[in-house]
């Protein structure tokens, strides 16, 4: 074999994004250069391209471990790790990449990208500025860093990193639906003008009428006109959907598998006092609270709180073995059987307690709920707190809110009545998990909390084995960052006017409260 054109044939491909290719040559070559970083660099990179994630931590960690200085080896190690959910890993090999990445702005966007998956925001904002400041002329820096500044609550920040982004890239349809988010409109803030302008534009542009649509929802929402938002919202999910496949008899077959791998005939024991550190899920439909109730927690001296992770699914699936998404296998029971289940609760502590060093800790995770019946299994002492809002403002605020597009998680809620059977899935799997799992979840309701939140709160903390402490009442002063769409309203006090806003879409929500209404579930709304 002649090495040097195979190399040279190799850098050809690479350069191209020959990725087969890539992959092919390096492999001729590993054997006789096993020591050479830049081989196992450019078929790590080929690796993750194809989607072949072990084999690419394989090689990106050999590249980063032969030669540590160089910047592009340790920032995709890291990002190979993060692509895995090892993010506890992930943050400690982007730490060792920031002063080697100092002069390149995309691997500063790149790592300022991890530390967001990690829930790393400080570190991931002076990334993204660090990128901005390289490259001011690229828009996807400025609404990086406009999305980080918006977790750490600095919202006259982020709105100008945003605004800087529509400047240069007015096509950048994501961000003008971020700054729709960022706050409250009013008159003299709105974007409607600009919004419609760019609509009637392009109007053959799937995204162009999907992020557009929905930030005109909002942005008529906040100024009082219902009708139009509710069109705009529905011509923004109606967009989105053409783009993605039906899911509801998707989503029913995994409520069905996870409620045949949990028995009732099998209910687990309810379980005794916890130990000192034995973490808190705070679970539910998305868009319920559930970061209110994580700010209220973790507000209590004693709490931290992990954020949004997916530090327990990812265990799970790793302890599983399953080479495909643990949930859409249709035997879930089956894939589960040889689960080590103290194990995995030890691998899950493992990946939580290097971001924490307090005693006691959230993970706010909504879908977690799916999850719950494994949670009980690996970590005995966990507690979890459910949250549940009316069904109606649940679906409606699922529905007014475009979730990541990219995960198959939140196909349901791009269409009402599709959101109204998704909610009713849940419903019963919440019933399930309260035969199965006595004792080990305690429902918090959103609407009881708004109007009545110390006796709520008291409850949830004894639940936790936590004692009364009056800063959770006052979560408005903590300053931790979040990510949440609007982290604007977790920095203010409980108020009630996100409670009921079914009633100003009522002309357009007979048909969810009929479908609710076959099935069983209670809305609580007299003369519909």
């Known amino acids: 074999m002649d090495s040097s054109r195979t190399r040279a044939r190799l850098v050809s491909a690479f350069e191209q994004g020959h990725w087969s290719m890539v992959e092919h040559r390096a492999r001729q070559l590993l054997p006789h250069y096993p020591e050479d970083a830049e081989l196992h660099y450019m078929a790590g990179i080929a690796f993750l391209q194809h989607q072949r994630m072990s084999e690419a931590l394989q090689a990106l960690s050999r590249a980063a471990q032969l030669d540590p200085a160089q910047a592009e080896y340790v920032a995709h190690h890291a990002k190979a790790l993060a692509l895995l959910r090892r993010l506890v890993e992930a943050c400690e090999a982007a730490d060792r990449a920031m002063p080697l990445a100092q002069r390149d702005p995309f691997l500063l966007d790149m790592l ?3 530390y967001m998956q990690a829930n790393a925001i400080e570190p991931s904002a002076q990334a993204f500025r660090q990128a901005v400041a390289l490259r001011p002329d690229i ?52 974007h409607i003008e600009r919004l419609k302008t760019l609509l009637e534009a392009h109007t053959n542009d799937p995204g162009a009428q999907t992020f557009l649509h929905l930030a005109l929802g909002k942005e008529c929402e906040d100024l009082t006109d219902y009708d139009r938002a509710f069109a705009h919202y529905a011509q923004g999910k109606a967009a989105a959907r053409r783009t993605r496949p039906a899911s509801t008899d998707r989503d029913k077959n995994m409520f069905d598998a996870l409620i ?24 539910g439909m ?43 296998t249709t035997d879930i029971d089956a894939q589960t059987r040889n689960v080590d289940w103290t194990r995995l609760g030890e691998d899950y502590m493992a990946s939580v307690h290097p971001v924490t060093a307090e005693p006691r800790f959230t993970d706010k995770m909504p879908h977690n709920f799916l999850y719950a019946g494994f949670i009980a299994r690996a970590l005995p002492h966990a507690r979890i707190l459910c949250l549940r809002r009316n069904p109606l403002d649940t679906c409606l605020s699922n529905f007014r809110h475009l979730f990541e597009l990219e995960s198959g998680y939140y196909d349901y809620s791009l269409d009402l009545l599709d959101t109204g059977r998704y909610y009713i899935q849940f419903d019963r799997l919440m019933a399930h998990w309260h035969k199965v799992l006595p004792g080990r979840i305690h429902e918090v309701s959103y609407d009881t909390l708004v109007d009545n939140p110390e006796t ?11 004692p009364w402490d009056d800063a959770c009442l006052h979560f408005e002063s903590n ?9 604007w309203q977790v920095r203010t006090p409980i108020f009630k006017t996100a409670r009921g806003q079914w009633k100003h879409y009522e002309s357009h929500v007979h048909e969810l409260h009929e479908l609710f209404e076959r099935e069983g579930i209670a809305t609580d709304i007299p003369g519909i």
């Not at 045949?260 to 679970?283: S, Y």
């Not at 998305?286 to 265990?315: C, K």
């Not at 709520?456 to 936590?466: H, Q, S």
């Open 286 to 328: 998305p868009r319920t609270g559930t970061t209110l109730l994580d700010r209220i927690i973790s507000s209590h001296p004693d709490v931290h709180s992990v954020g949004e992770t997916q530090h327990f699914a990812a265990a799970l699936q790793r302890a599983s073995g399953s080479t495909v998404a643990l949930l859409s």
């Open 479 to 487: 300053h931790a960052p979040v990510k949440t769409p609007k982290a």
């Open 260 to 283: 045949r791998a949990f028995p009732v005939t099998n209910p687990m024991p309810e379980p005794d006092a916890g130990p000192p550190a034995a973490p808190i899920f705070i679970i």
């Open 112 to 114: 300022g990208v991890i």
């Open 456 to 466: 709520v709160i008291r409850e949830a903390l004894a639940f936790c084995d936590l």
């Open 139 to 190: 828009a996807r820096f400025r609404f990086n860093l406009g999305y980080a500044l918006t977790a750490l609550g600095d919202i006259e920040g982020a709105e100008a990193a945003l605004e800087a982004c529509v400047h240069r890239e007015p096509r950048y349809w994501r961000a003008h639906l971020s700054l729709s988010m960022l706050k409250r409109q009013t008159p003299e803030t709105q």
